[in-house]
């Protein structure tokens, strides 16, 4: 339907490297482009006005100084602003405030429909994987079977849900944490009813609810598909409330999620988390560098490469050869090799900021799903580690219990084993030279990682990997 | 069509700035242009009709910036379409089925529900259908609703096959005389085509139970929604044929412009606003009204 923007913005910056000098002309057309980019990822028109204003007095000047290619600095430019505009380069995600002794209190907050019960759950998940002992409190008696869902959810998530039938939601918030106190529960997770920012009687009754519970983080669940007005419901929530953060949701999807860089604008306060899809493990941590990519949507293909050199350093790649020619390639190195990705940011991401697949529709029906390597990394994690250098230790209870360590099942378990073997009979192969030798990306979008838009039905079921593994990121 | 008793400081931007200046000038297209872009309007519409509203200020005359703002909303209306598109269409052999969709946490259950209660209301037999099987209580959730209404209610086991749900909606419709079956369905995302998959079996078996396609596929929108509703409609269209968007939560301060871009470039009219979470929250789209209010802003 549009021109992709990637595609545009390349297209202009193209113009401009052939110029090799940067005007303040210059500038200008490649900003009304990435104003263009920012407006149709959302954020809202004024943030764009002031972001695009401040880009525009550093590109110019500055790099002309420098003296290097123009095209390079201006996307630099908007790229490091984004990224310091969305909480600085640092990825240490901005953590849940927690109070000093318990039981912490944390508030969910946010419009109708946003995904603060799911999220409930999800953070249920989080907080027991670091040992804690969650409890879930039902203060939503607005929205038909509210209550009834979240109990739906605290079974799948084996959380205790608490609630009082036909009390306010002050009382019910209150007792909660009164009942966690009494019954040794150190974290209670307030999944409130869904309100609009303008409506004074909710909005009302979520401040004597902070008050009488005094929360120690309160998060503001908002939509990543929210348009221009996500100003607007930041800015009043974090008046009526005092908002400590945000969690972005359904982030899985295609929106190129501007809102981020809106409320941030409007309300200085930290993204926490990203909602990734329906499933109670779907949460992730906020990266403003992944975010900033997002948002852009941008074939930024300089900072691809810088991330890549700085991840996949020569001599690691050199020693993983070697493993790999020796037939030694363990645990350990699988683990490794997680790593190194991970600090390439999400793969689909990756792809589509190389040259040529920016626009590539192959690609765009592709969902590479991050949560399968996070599962794969849990279990590794899980593992001890003469288990991850001699694979063959792994018997059924060995199985079973990592399986357990890392909140997973045996059969997820089993999957990675034998995907393990067949990557190690493949390997061999590919050291004795019966297969073509792999690029870099060979296999990236269709291995493990991957799932194909024509698997079955991954709702509800295991979300499993399927189909054949292959080096993430093979030299 | 709006019930607005929510709202507090709301003046007429658009209209203040006409009132409080003369000339017709650049200035003046610059607000319209923040005014439209604050509605989410897309960047590619709102320059478009601008660019017209140049010309129409040129061609006709216009005397003053009242005129322009006027001719402004006019055209904006006109985009939304013939005020006729807004109707739901009815089957003469019974029952109509209406088939709701859309992305998650949009609105979809609750704009069913009002509408049973609507319908009841007015002398029909309804019958709900709790297509969505996947989500936490959503079943429920219809349940309660179908209560409220006094609508029938089909529902299944979570986690069950919702084109069974379907079929047997219909089968049961038959047999208790219902004159209107509203199917509910899990929300997706557009980006899920396992999941967009499973819509399209829901459609096909309702399009063959039915002897002819749902009378009404409705996308159900979130009003708050920005530029990603027109991917969203875009691949819901081409999965089941949307028919009409259902907007909800228009009842916030977000304007939902990006339907003008949805009529435009797909064809798709809204039918029904939602404006609230009780019964009856719900009114037909009225085109004038709405851009009345997409060019009054904070
Ligand atoms: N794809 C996707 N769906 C999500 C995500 N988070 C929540 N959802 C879905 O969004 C819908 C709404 O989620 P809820 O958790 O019920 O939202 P809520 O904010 O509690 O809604 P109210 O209580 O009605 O205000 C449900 O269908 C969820 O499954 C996410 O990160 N990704
Ligand atoms: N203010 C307001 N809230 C609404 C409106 N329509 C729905 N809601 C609320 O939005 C939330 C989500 O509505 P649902 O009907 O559950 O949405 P859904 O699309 O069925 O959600 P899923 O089935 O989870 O995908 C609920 O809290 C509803 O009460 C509306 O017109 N105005
Ligand atoms: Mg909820
Ligand atoms: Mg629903």
């Known amino acids: ?475 | 069509m709006l019930k607005r008793g929510l709202f507090k400081n709301l003046f007429q931007r658009v209209d203040q700035l006409v009132t409080g200046r003369g000339r017709i000038d650049e200035t003046l297209f610059d607000d319209f242009e923040e005014a439209l872009l604050a509605a989410d309007l897309n960047v590619h519409t709102t320059d478009r009709v601008l660019q017209d509203l140049r010309g129409l200020v040129r061609d006709e005359r216009l005397p003053d910036v009242q005129a322009v703002r006027e001719r402004l909303a006019q055209s904006l209306t006109e985009l939304l379409g013939d005020p006729e598109d807004t109707k739901l269409k009815r089957s003469p052999t019974p029952p109509t089925l209406y088939l709701m969709v859309g992305v998650n946490g949009v609105g979809k259950t609750t704009t069913l529900g009002k509408m049973a209660f609507i319908e009841k209301q007015m002398g029909r037999k309804v019958l709900l259908a709790a297509g969505d099987t996947f989500r936490a209580a959503a079943a429920d959730q219809l349940g309660l609703w179908a209560e409220r209404s006094g609508a029938e209610f089909v529902r299944h086991r979570e986690g069950s096959d919702p084109a069974a749900v379907v079929y047997d909606a219909l089968q049961a419709a038959r047999a208790r005389a219902v004159d209107l079956v509203l199917v509910d369905t899990a929300g997706r995302l557009h980006t899920r085509s396992n999941l967009m998959d499973e819509l399209k079996k829901i459609n096909r078996v309702a399009e063959r139970e039915l002897g002819r396609k749902p009378d009404e596929v409705l996308l159900a929108l979130d009003a708050t929604t920005g530029q990603n509703a027109i991917r969203q409609a875009k691949e819901f269209v081409d999965a089941v044929g949307v028919t009409g968007i259902a907007l909800a939560k228009f009842d916030g301060t977000a304007r939902g412009g990006i339907v003008l871009t949805i009529k435009d470039e797909l064809g798709i009219p809204v039918k029904m606003v939602g404006i609230g979470e009780k019964p009856e929250d719900i009114r037909r789209f009225n085109p004038r009204e709405f851009v009345d209010f997409l060019l009054a802003s904070d």
Request: aromatic share 4%; charged share 30%.
């Open chain 1, 1 to 475: 339907m549009f021109e992709s923007l990637s595609d545009k913005l390349q297209g202009v910056f193209k113009r401009l490297r052939g110029k090799g000098t940067l005007s303040a002309d210059d500038v200008d057309v490649a900003l009304r482009e990435v104003r263009l980019a920012l407006l149709e990822a959302d954020v809202n028109f004024k943030v764009v006005k002031d972001f695009v204003a401040r880009v525009k007095e550093r590109a110019v000047g500055e790099h002309i100084l420098e003296g290097l290619n123009p095209a390079q600095q201006v996307v630099k430019v908007v790229h490091e602003e984004m990224i310091r505009l969305l909480g600085g380069e640092e990825a240490q995600a901005a953590r849940l405030q927690m109070a000093p002794r318990p039981p912490t209190v944390l508030m969910l907050c946010g419009l109708q429909g946003a995904g603060k019960t799911t999220l409930a759950g999800k953070l249920a998940v989080h907080l027991r994987k670091q040992g804690r002992n969650p409890l879930l409190a039902a203060c939503d008696v607005q929205r038909p079977a509210a209550i009834k869902q979240l109990q739906v959810v605290g079974e799948q998530v084996q959380t205790p849900v608490f609630t009082i039938p036909n009390a306010d939601p002050v009382r019910i918030a209150r007792e909660a944490v009164a009942w966690a106190q009494a019954n040794g529960g150190d974290v209670v997770i307030l999944d409130t009813a869904g309100r609009l920012h303008v409506d004074d009687a909710l909005m009302r009754e979520l401040k004597q609810v902070k008050e009488a519970t005094q929360p120690s983080d309160i998060l503001l669940v908002l939509d990543a598909m929210t348009g221009q007005d996500a100003v607007n419901v930041a800015r009043d929530f974090d008046e009526a409330v005092g908002v400590g953060g945000f969690v972005l949701t359904k982030i899985d999807g295609d929106a190129r999620g501007g809102a981020a860089i809106s409320i941030r604008s409007v309300v200085g306060k930290p993204i926490k988390f990203l909602g990734v899809g329906e499933k109670m493990d779907a949460l992730e941590l906020f990266h403003p560098d992944r975010m900033a990519g997002r948002i852009l949507g941008m074939g930024d293909v300089l900072s691809l490469i810088e991330k890549a050199e700085s991840a996949l350093d020569e001599k690691s790649a050199l020693e993983m050869e070697k493993k790999l020619r020796a037939g030694k390639f363990d645990f350990e190195d699988y683990l490794e090799q997680i790593q190194q990705m991970r600090r390439l940011g999400p793969l689909d991401q990756i792809l589509k900021m190389l040259p040529g697949f920016a626009g590539n529709k192959a690609l765009a029906d592709l969902q590479i799903d991050d949560r399968i390597i996070s599962q794969r990394e849990a279990i590794i994690r899980s593992m001890t580690k003469k288990e991850r250098r001699d694979p063959t230790l792994l018997n059924g209870s060995r199985r079973k219990r990592i399986a357990t360590g890392s909140g997973t099942t045996v059969q997820e378990v089993n999957r990675l084993l034998t995907e393990y073997d067949q990557m190690r009979g493949m390997m061999r192969k590919m050291m004795a030279g019966d297969m073509p030798a792999m690029g870099p990306m060979a296999g990236a979008g269709r291995g493990a990682a991957a799932k194909s838009k024509k698997n079955k039905k991954g709702k509800g079921g295991g979300g499993g990997g399927g189909g054949r593994f292959r080096l993430p990121f093979g030299r």
